[in-house]
């Protein structure tokens, strides 16, 4: 939250998607509010939190490792692996 990356909005929290719509939060080093920072903290929460969106509706850490079954090696490049993880994500199946 310090970093502007969580947001709270009535009472709800939401990641604000854009980086550069972050701040940089005394405290946080002299590098600043790092994308890794926002991925080791997003990866924490989801690890064991319930996705609720969709049907997936499954802790985070089986929801992670039933896309990594799915897909570990199917694709050639890092690209592949963004699309199909966004689409997983967004409800879809992950192929391409």
């Given at each position: 939250?310090?970093?502007?990356?969580?947001?709270?909005?009535?009472?709800?929290?939401?990641?604000?998607?854009?980086?550069?719509?972050?701040?940089?939060?005394?405290?946080?080093?002299?590098?600043?509010?790092?994308?890794?920072?926002?991925?080791?903290?997003?990866?924490?929460?989801?690890?064991?939190n319930?996705?609720?969106?969709?049907?997936?509706?499954m802790?985070?850490?089986?929801?992670?490792?039933?896309?990594?079954?799915?897909?570990?090696?199917?694709?050639?490049?890092?690209?592949?692996?963004?699309?199909?993880?966004?689409?997983?994500?967004?409800?879809?199946?992950?192929?391409?």
């Amino acid at each position: 939250m310090e970093g502007g990356a969580l947001i709270e909005e009535d009472n709800q929290y939401r990641l604000e998607t854009d980086p550069a719509k972050w701040t940089v939060a005394e405290g946080l080093g002299d590098d600043g509010l790092l994308p890794r920072h926002v991925d080791n903290a997003m990866n924490a929460l989801l690890w064991e939190n319930e996705v609720t969106w969709c049907d997936h509706r499954m802790i985070g850490r089986d929801f992670v490792s039933s896309y990594i079954e799915l897909y570990n090696g199917k694709f050639d490049t890092r690209e592949e692996y963004e699309k199909s993880i966004a689409d997983y994500v967004d409800c879809g199946t992950g192929e391409l």
